[in-house]
């Protein structure tokens, strides 16, 4: 089973070299961490950086310099700093190559819900529409199931929706999943976690097609 680093280093297996990548609150900025070096990625923030880099350490941290989760962040050399207008360009220009989520909810048809829920107090909906409206690829970080060992992979969505039939790959603490026509079709399995496990914490369809081998880190 992973944790919420295990999940990030996992997804950023799926940067690849000259991505543009935007990053949600939550989970996703732990991906920044655990790129290859060996790539040239950019990483924008909607609101108005570009050229993030991984998370400054305890003591060098500039208050000015954050992401859009208000977390503060490093620059790599050449970064840029503009508008949210300018920021927001980009993403609806289809110039992000990847969009990594985090999510509540996620159907087995490829919606998601990561923006509300009815009667709690959330950060609200930011930048994550257009992300979804506009991105031609995204990811989502997730835990596999809530605090009371419910399904967050669902058959539909029950919490509003922040896009419909977007997402088409899933990194939970359990599982690397893929969104298909007929569900969740299961790719990996988390160190120590059987498919058994998998299944039982998925109340969506869940497609599993021979061995079902455990992901590298």
């Not at 991984?54 to 050449?78: S, V, Y």
Request: glycine letters at 12%; a negative charge.
């Amino acid at each position: 089973m992973l944790d919420k680093n295990g999940i990030a280093k996992r997804i950023a297996k799926e940067v690849q070299d000259g991505y543009y990548v935007n990053l949600g609150i939550g989970i996703p900025t732990l991906v920044a961490n655990f790129v290859r070096e060996d790539i040239s990625v950019e990483f924008q923030s909607e609101n108005g950086v570009l050229g993030m880099g991984p998370f400054p350490f305890e003591g060098e941290e500039d208050a000015d310099i954050i992401n859009a989760g208000k977390q503060t962040i490093t620059t790599l050399p050449g970064a840029s700093f503009f508008d949210s207008a300018t920021s927001f360009g980009m993403i609806r220009g289809k110039h992000v190559d990847l969009t990594i989520l985090g999510a509540m909810e996620v159907s087995e048809n490829g919606d998601i819900a990561n923006w509300k829920i009815p009667g709690k107090m959330v950060k609200g909906m930011g930048g994550a529409m257009d992300l979804v409206a506009s991105a031609e690829n995204i990811i989502v970080a997730m835990m596999h199931t809530n605090r009371a060992g419910e399904s967050k992979l669902l058959k539909n969505c029950t919490l509003p929706l922040t896009g419909v039939e977007c997402v088409k790959k899933i990194v939970t603490n359990l599982a690397v999943l893929e969104v298909t026509n007929e569900g969740f079709l299961l790719l990996e399995r988390a160190p120590g976690v059987t498919v058994e496990e998998i299944q039982k914490a998925t109340e969506g369809n869940l497609i599993i097609k021979g061995d079902v081998p455990e992901m590298i880190l």
